[in-house]
């Protein structure tokens, strides 16, 4: 990650919501319960954005993750499934027990939600940083963002990534903060 993109440019202190995502030129992130790209340095930058804090993600979501769990980060599912389990992972069952479970815990690192769709939807009032990749391209897939109001934020930094033989796809990184963050806990 570029020195640019560091969170501590961010005022919202943790626990706050981020999103971690990367889109194509129409919004597109998912195909076939993947990735319609390859390229590893997004994948290296979601690592060194999310590493230290928690991911949450729906269920679908953590069925593409090649060797669940996300290492070095405590990992939550979404899943409406009572008898779903995943080993070293929390599962909940709904956004309340997510929170409710953040805040007996008294989390004190960011929150990132790492999609798919049904999660960026539920989380979209309670979201506070963006971190949005940008592929400069339109890949074929099923799965698109939902709208965010662009306005309700700034965008604090931007970096392009590195195009290389593993990386061929234009591509980035944008970090965003709301114009009014929104406390977690209060
Ligand atoms: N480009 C990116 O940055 C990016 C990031 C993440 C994901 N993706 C892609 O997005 C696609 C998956 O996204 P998706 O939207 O189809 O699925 P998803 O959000 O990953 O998972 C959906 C599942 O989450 C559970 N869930 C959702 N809302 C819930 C709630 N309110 N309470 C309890 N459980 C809830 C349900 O699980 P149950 O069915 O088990 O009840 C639901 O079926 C994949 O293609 C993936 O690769 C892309």
């Known amino acids: 990650m570029s020195n640019k993109m560091n969170p501590l440019n961010l005022d ?6 981020s999103y971690v995502w990367a889109e194509d030129k129409e919004g597109l992130i998912g195909r076939d319960n993947d990735l319609p790209w390859s390229l590893p340095g997004e994948m290296k930058h979601f690592v060194e954005v999310t590493t230290g ?5 729906g269920r679908k979501t953590y069925e593409g993750i090649p060797n669940p769990p996300l290492k070095n980060r405590i990992n939550i599912i979404m899943t409406r499934n009572e008898n ?9 069952h709904s956004k309340k027990e997510v929170l409710d479970y953040l805040q007996k815990k008294e989390i004190e690192k960011p929150i990132h939600v790492i999609g798919g769709t049904t999660l960026f939807e539920l989380f979209m009032d309670d979201v506070s940083v963006l971190y ?22 700034h965008c604090i930094n931007h970096a392009d990534g590195v195009e290389d033989a593993e990386n061929k796809h234009p591509h980035r990184f944008y970090l965003y903060e709301r114009k009014n963050p929104i406390p977690l806990f209060e």
């Open 12 to 17: 919202v202190k943790a626990p706050y919501i």
């Open 84 to 92: 779903f389990e995943a080993e070293g992972s929390v599962i909940c």
């Open 132 to 153: 949005r990749t940008i592929i400069d391209e339109v890949f074929e897939g099923d799965t698109y963002m939902p709208e965010i109001d662009y306005k309700d934020f």
């Open 53 to 57: 804090g928690v991911v949450v993600m």
